[in-house]
């Protein structure tokens, strides 16, 4: 599968963006979806995740109560609404997928897309 996202910007603290990775390839609902992040000098970190179905999703908890991820199977779209922003959520965001179920290790998903750049200014 091949994975586009999209969405990333420059926006200012407490503004929120949406996040959306597009999938071509093998059908989009057998994949679990995640995102992940990796600011400068950092390790890249587990965001959100969501299952197959979309009924299962799984947060970080720097970001609970603030992202949320969801899909659309009919779209082969998954997103990541982003709400009051922190300078701490700059990083470059990335979609990535795995068969089986949803998880927060960045090892077991085998496809990933391109990144795309958020930044939160103070």
């Known amino acids: 599968v091949q994975l586009q996202a999209s969405g990333g910007g420059l926006v200012q603290a407490g503004n929120s963006l949406t996040l959306s990775c597009g999938a071509s390839?093998?059908?989009?609902?057998?994949?679990?979806m995640g995102w992940f992040r990796q600011a400068p000098g950092k390790e890249r970190e587990f965001v959100a995740a969501i299952n197959r179905s979309g009924i299962n999703t799984y947060y970080t908890d720097s970001v609970k109560g603030r992202f949320t991820i969801s899909r659309d199977n009919s779209k082969n779209t998954v997103y990541l609404e982003m709400n009051s922003l922190k300078p701490e959520d700059t990083a470059v965001y990335y979609c990535?997928?795995?068969?089986?179920?949803?998880?927060?290790?960045?090892?077991?998903?085998?496809?990933w897309g391109q990144g795309t750049q958020v930044t939160v200014s103070s």
């Open positions: 990535a997928a795995r068969e089986g179920v949803a998880g927060t290790e960045a090892a077991k998903y085998r496809y």
């Open positions: 390839g093998r059908p989009f609902s057998t994949y679990a």
